[in-house]
C-alpha cells in the first residue's frame, strides 16, 4: 500500500482492513488488532446520527381547547374512578336501571381499568408535555390512547346522558305540538270578520256618529 | 474536476473504495457558518454540523426518520469522514432579504445567532401536527389552524460529509460529500 496517498494518511486502520480483502492480518487474528472508530474519523458520522433526533420527536403546540379538555377529563376520570372503585370494591351498592346502564351491564371493573389507565396516562404526560401545552409524535399517540381509555370509562355516563335527553326530547316534543295546536285554535277563533260584514260594521258606526 | 492534485486522487481513491458515494464539491471549509448565494440565486446557510443553527439546546439535530436510517446505514460503511457540515436553503423573501446584494458579490461569515435567525424554526412535524387537530377536533370538536405552520416551509436542508488530505482548517479545499438530503 502507498502509504504517502493521502487517504492513506486520512484513514490508516480503515484501508488496510479493506485492502486485505475481508482476510484478517495476524493482529487482527490474535484480537490485538481491534476496530477502534476513533482512530479513523468514521465516528463523527455515527456519533452525530446517535446524538440526532428524529423530527416526529420535535414537539408541535397544542391548542387551548384541547389543553383545556385534557385538564378537565383528568379530575373528572379521577372522580368517576373512585366512584366506580367504590361499586367494584362493594361499598356502593350499583342497582337500579340507572347504575346498570352507566356501569354498561354491571361492567365496573372494566370502566375502572379504563379510568385508571387513562388517568395514569395523563397525569403521567402532564410533565413531558409541559401541562399539555406542547408535545411530540409518541405523546400524541399517548394523549389520544388516554383520552380513547377516558371516553371508554365515561361510556356509560354518556349512554345515560343520551338517554335522559331522548326521555325529555319525546315529551318536550309532545308540550311543544300540542301548545302549537291549541295556540293555532285559538287564533283561527279571532279571525277578523269577512270583509262585508266588517264593512256594514264600519258603515253602522259611522251613521251612529 | 478537481485542480488540486492532491484532492483528485484523494477523491479518486474514495470513489473506489466506496463507489455508492457521490460525486463530491470541492469547497473550502469554514468554522463558522456562512451565508452564500449558489449559481441558481437561492441563499443558503452553510456550517459546521456543531454550529447548526437548528441544533436544540441539547444540541441535538433533527432529522427525519428516513434520513436518520440513511446516515446510520452510511456511517455502518465506515466511511472516514472528518467533518460534517449542514446547508440550509433560505427563503429570498426572508430575513436574508436584506443581505443578498451584499451576498452575490461573495459568501459572508455570520454569527451563530444571525444564522438562527436566518433560518429560523425547525418546521412543525406534518403528521404530529395532523394528529394533534384530529385530537382537538375529537376531543373538543373543534379544529385549528395548528397545521399552517407545517406546511409553510418546504426548504432544503443538507448533510455533507467532509474529507480532506489533512484535518479540515478554516477556508482548506475538501471533499464535500452530500450524504442525505430532504424538505421539510
Known amino acids: 500500500m502507498d502509504t504517502d496517498s493521502p487517504l492513506a494518511r486520512l484513514a490508516p486502520q480503515d484501508i488496510r482492513r479493506n485492502r486485505t480483502n475481508g482476510v484478517p492480518t495476524r493482529s487482527q487474528r490474535n484480537g490485538r488488532h481491534r476496530h477502534r472508530p476513533e482512530e479513523d474519523g468514521s465516528h463523527i458520522l455515527s456519533e452525530f446520527v446517535e446524538r440526532s433526533q428524529p423530527w416526529s420527536r420535535e414537539r408541535v403546540p397544542v391548542p387551548r381547547r384541547l389543553r383545556w379538555a385534557l385538564w378537565a377529563l383528568v379530575p373528572v376520570e379521577l372522580f368517576w374512578a373512585i366512584w366506580l372503585a367504590t361499586i367494584v370494591t362493594g361499598a356502593t351498592a350499583c342497582r337500579g336501571p340507572i347504575c346498570t346502564v352507566i356501569t354498561l351491564d354491571h361492567h365496573a371493573a372494566a370502566l375502572l381499568a379504563c379510568g385508571v389507565f387513562s388517568v395514569a396516562?395523563?397525569?403521567?404526560?402532564?410533565p413531558t408535555t409541559r401541562g399539555f401545552s406542547?408535545?411530540?409524535?409518541?405523546?400524541?399517540?399517548?394523549?389520544?390512547?388516554?383520552?380513547?381509555a377516558g371516553g371508554a370509562s365515561l361510556l356509560g355516563i354518556a349512554a345515560l346522558m343520551t338517554g335522559a335527553l331522548i326521555l325529555l326530547i319525546i315529551p318536550?316534543?309532545?308540550?311543544?305540538?300540542?301548545?302549537?295546536?291549541?295556540?293555532?285554535?285559538?287564533n283561527h277563533a279571532r279571525t277578523r270578520p269577512p270583509y262585508p260584514i266588517a264593512l256594514v260594521e264600519v258603515a253602522g258606526r259611522s251613521r251612529t256618529r | 474536476m478537481l485542480a488540486d492534485p492532491e484532492l483528485a486522487e484523494l477523491s479518486v481513491q474514495i470513489n473506489q473504495m466506496w463507489p455508492s458515494l457521490p460525486e463530491p464539491l470541492p469547497l473550502?471549509?469554514?468554522?463558522?457558518?456562512?451565508?452564500s448565494i449558489d449559481r441558481s440565486g437561492v441563499p443558503w446557510v452553510i456550517g459546521p454540523a456543531e454550529h447548526d443553527p437548528l441544533r436544540s439546546a441539547r444540541g441535538r439535530t433533527v432529522i427525519p426518520h428516513k434520513q436518520r436510517a440513511s446516515l446510520k446505514r452510511i456511517a455502518k460503511l465506515g466511511i472516514p469522514f472528518q467533518r460534517l457540515a449542514i446547508a440550509h436553503e433560505l427563503d429570498p423573501e426572508g430575513p436574508v432579504r436584506q443581505l443578498l446584494p451584499a451576498l452575490r458579490t461573495q459568501p459572508h461569515p455570520c454569527?451563530?445567532?444571525?444564522?438562527?435567525?436566518?433560518?429560523?424554526?425547525?418546521?412543525?412535524?406534518?403528521?404530529?401536527?395532523r394528529a394533534v387537530i384530529v385530537l382537538d377536533a375529537a376531543v373538543s370538536g373543534a379544529t385549528s389552524a395548528l397545521g399552517i405552520n407545517a406546511v409553510a416551509s418546504v426548504l432544503d436542508p443538507i448533510i455533507f460529509g467532509v474529507i480532506a488530505p489533512t484535518p479540515p482548517r478554516h477556508r482548506q479545499l475538501c471533499l464535500w460529500y452530500p450524504l442525505v438530503a430532504w424538505r421539510w
Open chain 1, 172 to 186: 318536550a316534543t309532545f308540550v311543544l305540538a300540542a301548545t302549537a295546536t291549541s295556540r293555532r285554535e285559538t
Open chain 1, 121 to 126: 396516562g395523563l397525569t403521567g404526560l402532564i
Open chain 2, 111 to 129: 454569527t451563530q445567532e444571525v444564522a438562527r435567525a436566518l433560518v429560523g424554526d425547525v418546521p412543525a412535524h406534518p403528521g404530529v401536527t
Open chain 2, 28 to 35: 473550502q471549509w469554514t468554522e463558522t457558518p456562512l451565508v
Open chain 1, 134 to 148: 406542547r408535545c411530540n409524535g409518541p405523546e400524541v399517540i399517548g394523549l389520544a390512547t388516554a383520552t380513547a
